[in-house]
């Protein structure tokens, strides 16, 4: 985990004073059991607590679809038509298309 900053504001960042019961400051991811930052964990944590994405999350076991031994194009129609994705003449009008 690497972030860049200047000089100046790297030097604040590390004279800021830790609190008197804290011997030694280091990184900690809370979603990784070693504390490293993974973009797959935050990911995951973004997609539980977005409340868009958790509203419109259909409650279902889509690795049965996953794993059809179908070509991709046609696994993808199967999920569109299973969440209403399809650009029927129903869903456009009723996005205002």
């Known amino acids: 985990?690497?972030?860049s900053f200047y000089n100046?504001?790297?030097r604040n960042i590390f004279n800021t004073p830790l609190l008197t019961s804290v011997t030694?400051?280091?990184p900690a991811w809370k979603f990784e059991t070693d504390g490293a930052y993974s973009v797959k964990t935050a990911y995951k944590d973004i997609m539980n607590h977005d409340v868009a994405v958790v509203q419109n999350?259909?409650?279902s076991n889509w690795n049965c679809v996953c794993s059809l031994?179908?070509?991709a194009k046609v696994k993808n129609?199967?999920?569109r038509?299973?969440?209403d994705f399809l650009p029927t003449r129903i869903c456009l009008?009723?996005?205002g298309v």
Do not use: G, I, S
Request: aromatic share 16%; glycine share 0%.
């Open 93 to 95: 009008q009723a996005k």
């Open 8 to 10: 100046d504001t790297a």
């Open 81 to 83: 038509a299973c969440r």
């Open 1 to 3: 985990m690497f972030f």
């Open 24 to 26: 030694r400051d280091v």
């Open 69 to 71: 031994k179908l070509p």
């Open 77 to 79: 129609f199967l999920w």
């Open 57 to 59: 999350r259909v409650p």
